[in-house]
């Protein structure tokens, strides 16, 4: 996509936000802006057409893989004698990432409406929504949602008079980041420590209580119901050929206005950063992640990559959750990797000795070369460690604690040998602190 | 005589009071499924005594036909279950990345020495418990805090102080999002999944009380769309319909 052509398609009708300025938590207010439309045309086509029309409109997971969503749905196998399961990832931890809890907290409705049409497609009676414990504001909202569409027999045994019956439950999790990897939710789901297993055999065949599961996160269920209302070809019309679709993009840190802006995939920073206002007052741009902590950093030279599930790939990132944290130039490279390797030591399952050991033993480097007292042989050290972490374990959580390490090293090695040349940390400590910056308070 | 993970607490549980309760969590997953509702179980024997005690894990081990030493495998695992008797408030300041970097660690730091205590320790007074709490999924609202989990957006080391201020005081200061302030063991009834635990009505009611700001009708996407997640009561629109 062109610069031009992206600017205008940055200013489109939004789609998964539209209804976000009208109160729409209220049913009331969600069904007089078409919100059970889509519930209600599903409905009267089969399962596996609904199938067919998510596989042609091109959705991918919004929860950081990108796998097609309608391929997915599809792996599940029929008439193999267990119930088939859907749960919703709604686990939302990853640093940076914040677009969910929103979601979830102003359209409520739009996530049921879209697990009601998805359960329907791949024939599950019972669906889960996992959210994370310390949501506490989403899952009573999300609750209350659930008791109003019961009410209105959106929910129950014989939904709108189709015969098709499900019931929700929202499930509070008890503060693990690793439970938002697909099989550690499960594990915790069925009441076990939340340990990823091994693939295969995957969620689609052996899923929760080992029965065929979809695992969708909630920003791409709350897709759903746009698509069977408006076909597969509008849903194309946005974004790119290989990722179409719209986005909630969630920007964070040193820009004027953050928060969740949704685009058409395919937008590159250049154009969310002038939609967030710009990189506050007197600063520049010194590195972002395109997608959470543990998609690699980009720096300013990145800007105009398109953030799409390629174009971010092909710049040596990754998508992610299109989670953006941007940090200015008072930003430390080193405390900021550290506070990122801290976080994934204290969330490492300890399942896998890789990740276990190595997310530990590089939080120690981190704080040695952060205090000044490290060395220039800490950076292959550092280097070697992740090489190890990498693809050597079970699940992705080892393999996204490397990305800031390794990308930090690549372009910002000058200020790690910075730290141990000067023996201390170069940058003004608190500057990055805006509201202490600008004596607000 | 073998260490306890678990301490024995100075009341025992009424598990009597929380019979019918966990129950009905059971019957929320499927026949035979019982263990899925350990979580949910241990959030509500928490919200009995402010902790998971051994007679917590009993409790959820008879009810659940596991063991003890399978049902305390699971609580060590995860963070919100706490092995201490927890305040009446816990506040966890996020020091994660961007949070510490916008000012969170700052705040932690002059909450921790104001208070005279570090990370998952209690006032003297039994009020308040201080934690550094990963991500919060919050980071467009950077730094916050949480008290009882609930959310204070954009607080400074001066507004985390003024908030623990407040709950010192025995005021109850209204989070950014959602319903008012309960007490620890009343979110951990919330947790268990329940919605009748909360100081003057139903949280869910009384998040559907919030007023929606920022966005407005009719802007194009690409403002911030955060609309209807910042609530107020003062500005609360009481129709619920």
């Known amino acids: ?23 729409p938590w209220k049913l009331a207010n969600y069904e007089r802006l078409d919100g059970y439309a889509g519930l209600r045309q599903a409905l009267r086509q089969t399962p596996d057409a609904l199938i067919e029309l998510v596989k042609q409109s091109g959705l991918r997971g919004r929860g950081g893989a990108g796998f097609p969503t309608g391929l997915k749905w599809s792996f599940l196998p029929k008439d193999v004698g267990a119930p088939h399961y859907l749960v919703i990832n709604a686990d939302e931890g990853e640093p940076g990432t914040c677009k969910d809890l929103p979601l979830m907290m102003v359209d409520p409705h739009s996530l049921l409406e879209g697990a009601i049409i998805t359960a329907y497609a791949i024939g599950a009676h019972q669906a889960f929504i996992y959210v994370r414990g310390e949501a506490v504001h989403a899952a009573r909202r999300l609750r209350q949602a659930v008791r109003e569409a019961r009410a209105k027999n959106y929910l129950g045994r014989n939904i709108l008079g189709s015969g098709f019956g499900l019931d929700v439950v929202v499930h509070a999790g008890a503060g693990a980041y690793i439970c938002g990897e697909e099989t550690a939710l499960l594990e915790s789901l069925e009441g076990f420590r939340g340990q990823p297993r091994l693939k295969p055999p995957f969620p689609a065949t052996h899923g929760l209580y080992a029965s065929p599961t979809v695992v969708n996160n909630v920003e791409t269920i709350a897709s759903v119901p746009f698509i069977v209302r408006h076909g597969a070809d509008w849903f194309k019309s946005m974004g790119t050929e290989k990722s179409p679709g719209p986005k909630i993009y969630s920007i964070s840190g040193h820009v004027k206005h953050p928060g969740q802006y949704e685009c ?9 950063l002038e939609l967030a206002g710009g990189v506050r007052a007197g600063r520049s741009l010194k590195f972002w992640t395109p997608g959470g902590s543990s998609t690699p950093y980009f720096t300013a030279e990145h800007s105009d990559v398109p953030l799409d ?4 790939a092909a710049a040596g990132s990754m998508l992610g959750t299109t989670a953006i944290m941007v940090f200015d130039e008072t930003t430390c490279i080193v405390g900021a990797t550290l506070r990122f390797i801290e976080f994934y030591a204290h969330e490492s399952c300890g399942k896998c000795t890789p990740c276990r050991e190595g997310t530990y033993w590089m939080e120690q480097v981190l704080r040695r070369l952060e205090a000044g007292e490290g060395t220039e042989e800490d950076l292959s050290t550092l280097l070697d460690t992740c090489d190890n972490i990498f693809g050597r374990s079970f699940c992705a959580l080892g393999d996204g604690a490397t990305s800031c390490v390794v990308s930090s090293i690549k372009y910002f090695r000058d200020e790690y040998i910075a730290h141990v040349r000067q023996r201390r940390c170069p940058l003004a400590s608190h500057a990055s602190a805006p509201l202490a910056a600008q004596g607000v308070h | 005589m073998p260490r306890r993970v678990y301490p024995t607490p100075r009341q025992p549980l009424d598990e009597g009071a929380l019979i019918d309760d966990a129950n009905a969590i059971i019957a929320r997953y499927p026949a035979g499924r019982s263990r899925s509702a350990l979580l949910p179980m241990l959030h509500l024997v928490q919200s009995a005594q402010g902790y998971v005690t051994s007679d917590g894990i009993a409790f959820c081990a008879k009810l659940l036909h596991l063991t003890r030493a399978e049902v305390a495998a699971v609580s060590t695992f995860y ?16 020091t994660n990345t961007m949070c510490g970097v916008l000012g969170g660690q700052r705040s932690y730091d002059e909450l921790s020495e104001q208070l005279g205590v570090g990370h998952n320790q209690t006032t003297a007074d039994g009020v308040i418990t201080l934690e550094h709490a990963e991500c919060l999924a919050a980071c467009d609202y950077a730094p916050v805090l949480t008290v009882n989990y609930e959310f204070f957006d954009q607080v400074d080391a001066d507004k985390a102080k003024e908030i623990v201020a407040q709950l010192r005081a025995g005021k109850r200061p209204h989070p950014d999002r959602g319903g008012p302030l309960c007490g620890f063991k009343q979110i951990s009834r919330q947790l ?19 007023q929606v700001v920022g966005r407005e009708a009719g802007d194009v996407a690409g403002e911030p769309t955060l609309a209807g997640n910042r609530c107020s009561v003062a500005t609360a629109d009481r129709d619920n319909t």
Request: a negative charge; aromatic letters at 8%.
């Open chain 1, 1 to 23: 996509m062109t610069g031009a052509a992206a600017i205008q398609a940055a200013s489109v009708t939004p789609v998964l936000t539209q209804r976000w300025p009208h109160q």
């Open chain 1, 309 to 312: 599930f390629e174009g971010a």
């Open chain 1, 264 to 272: 058409e995939l395919g937008i590159t920073l250049r154009q969310l």
């Open chain 2, 192 to 210: 268990a999944g329940f919605d009748d635990a909360v100081v003057g009505g139903h949280a869910a009611d009384n998040d559907n009380l919030c």
């Open chain 2, 79 to 94: 963070t919100m279950y706490k092995r201490r008797p927890t305040g009446e408030y816990l506040i966890s300041v996020c």
